[in-house]
Structures are given as C-alpha cells and as structure tokens.
C-alpha cells in the first residue's frame, strides 16, 4: 500500500472517529412497554438518561438527555408551564451560590446561555427540558436537575408538545 493511500485512509478513518463521537440529534422511533402513559407524554428516564414522547401504546420518539446530576436528582409528575425561543437564563439561587461569577442574566443567543435554542419550563420548580451550549454534556449526569438535550433535539420536541404537557420523571 502506498504511503498516501495509507495517509488518505488514516485521515479518514480518523475524521470518522471524530464525527461519531460527537454528540449528535437523533431522535429515534422507538417500540415501548409504557403503557401507562398517555400519548403526548413526556418520560424522562434519568437512569437511561433517556426522554421519550410517547405517541400510543407501543411506540415513542426517544431523545438523548443530561439529567441531574449526583445529589441533585428527582423525579415526579409535572406540566410544561411555558416554552421559549433563545431564552434569557438567570441563574436560580443554588447555581449561583456555587458558581458566583456567573452573571445575573445572560441573555438567549449568546453562547454562554446554557438554555440552548429553547426551553420549556416545568410547573413547580426552578427546572426545565432545554437545549444547550454544550452539546458533549447530553448523555451523562449533569445538570443541577433540568434536562438537557441537543439543541436540534429540543426543537423537534418544542414542535411536537404544548403547554400543559404531562411530563413524568422516573429515576
């Protein structure tokens, strides 16, 4: 084998190695066992680290997510109380006290906006389903409890639900 042919191969094996580790939008459709939920239920399974739409007894579109990470954790019933295109972000209370240089607001657009492209905000708490700046963090324990996704990922769901939205979170 020629030396450029094995340089042209490397380089490509390589650059395919790097595409493919990136995170990527890939929302899925996938056969459930969730019968238990309504269509246009939003799942989070934070073990799986995994959010499903539920579409009728046996089918959901799955979206990768970033969950809560250790100690910061929950799980419950909610609603969608609001959704939000290249949302402001304030940090609450708690990120703030740990991260004190963060400003008071940082405005949506800017790449330092964890919210992403969207968010939906949750009825009774200080959490969220949004996209982020970040997209290596989707997949792995992350957040102070919102769940993130790819900011592709976040649209496609923006898209599909409504305020009022059921969402169920399950550890």
Not at 43 to 61: F, M, P, Q, S, W
Not at 103 to 124: F, K
Request: hydrophobic share 35%.
């Amino acid at each position: 084998m020629s030396m450029k042919i094995a340089l042209a191969l490397a380089t490509t094996i390589g650059a395919g190695l790097l595409i493919s580790s990136t995170a990527e939008a890939r929302p899925e459709m996938v056969g459930t066992h969730m019968a238990d939920y309504s269509p246009g239920t939003i799942v989070v399974k934070t073990n799986e680290r995994r959010l499903y739409l539920i579409l009728d007894d046996g089918h959901a579109v799955r979206y990768p997510v970033g969950v809560g990470k250790s100690g910061k954790q929950w799980a419950g019933t909610t609603r969608i109380d609001g959704k939000y295109r290249n949302p402001a972000w304030s940090p609450p209370a708690e990120v703030k006290r740990d991260k004190p240089q963060l400003p008071d607001v940082i405005p949506g657009g800017s790449p330092r906006n964890p919210m992403g492209v969207a968010a939906m905000t949750l009825a009774g708490g200080e959490y969220a389903i949004h996209g982020t700046n970040v997209p290596g963090s989707v997949g792995g324990f992350v957040s102070y409890g919102c769940i993130r996704m790819l900011n592709d990922d976040i649209t496609d769901l923006y898209s599909r639900v409504s305020v009022g939205t059921k969402v169920v979170v399950t550890r």
